[in-house]
């Protein structure tokens, strides 16, 4: 492998309690050629790994016995060059989902994912995509809609963007990463970053993962789908 190619190569993290986990996540991200699973641990472990290794992604079960996920979380998103964090999780419906999400999570995928969208998702995540597992995302949307006026008031403050911060935050909302974006409406990602920024300012968020799920919470996402559904 030529040092151009080891640059582009997604270095991984795997934190869960259960052997069985790792190893599986291990073998089915190491068969891709992009993709390094560097370490896996557990959940007492997990910061010193992350620590060493450096990754670019780290996928963090949210429920084990010796460590809370959440606070292993919170540990990482301190740390300089914080790597992403999706969380793992084995339930649909999480109640600690909103939390991690709150906490600076990039999303959470189920632990049944089909192994041949994993790599994909890791690839969204170090790509800096929105991850939200689709049933898992329902029934969180379902789980905490918020009072009418919560609604309303996430409508308010979607009115705030622009036409084309608007559009850029449907395509966040649907996952894609900057690069993506930019294809997609043709404009650079330096734009779309800058776009992105201005989202997360107007409406009061600090990720993508919250603006999008506020995006999905105000209706956004289902005008764009009546708006599109000639196409």
């Not at 190619?5 to 795997?14: F, L, N, P, W």
């Not at 790597?83 to 632990?111: C, N, Q, R, W």
């Not at 969180?140 to 979607?158: I, K, M, T, W, Y």
């Amino acid at each position: 492998m030529n040092e151009g190619e080891a640059e582009s190569v997604i270095r991984v993290v795997v934190v869960d309690d259960e052997a069985l986990v790792r190893s599986g996540f291990e073998l089915i991200l190491g068969a891709s050629e992009d993709i390094e699973v560097v370490a896996t641990a557990s959940g007492c472990e997990a910061v010193e790994t992350v620590r060493r290794e450096q990754p670019d992604v780290v996928l963090l079960d949210i429920r084990m016995p010796d460590v809370d996920g959440l606070t292993v979380l919170r540990e990482l998103r301190t740390m300089p060059d914080a790597p992403v964090v999706a969380m793992l999780t084995t339930f649909d419906a999480d109640e600690y989902i909103l939390t991690a999400l709150h906490s600076g999570a990039a999303g959470f995928l189920l632990k049944d994912t089909e192994p041949e969208q994993l790599a994909h998702l890791v690839r969204t995540l170090a790509a800096g995509g929105v991850v939200l597992s689709p049933k898992a995302s329902r029934t969180l949307l379902h789980s905490h809609p918020g009072s009418g006026a919560a609604v309303d008031e996430d409508a308010a403050r979607v009115q705030l963007l622009t036409a084309r911060e608007r559009d850029v935050l449907v395509l966040v909302a649907e996952g894609l990463s900057n690069t993506d974006i930019g294809a997609r409406i043709h404009l650079s990602a330096g734009t779309v970053k800058d776009h992105v920024s201005a989202i997360l300012t107007k409406l009061r968020v600090t990720s993508r993962v919250q603006a999008a799920l506020l995006a999905q919470r105000a209706g956004l996402l289902d005008e764009r789908s009546r708006s599109g559904s000639g196409h």
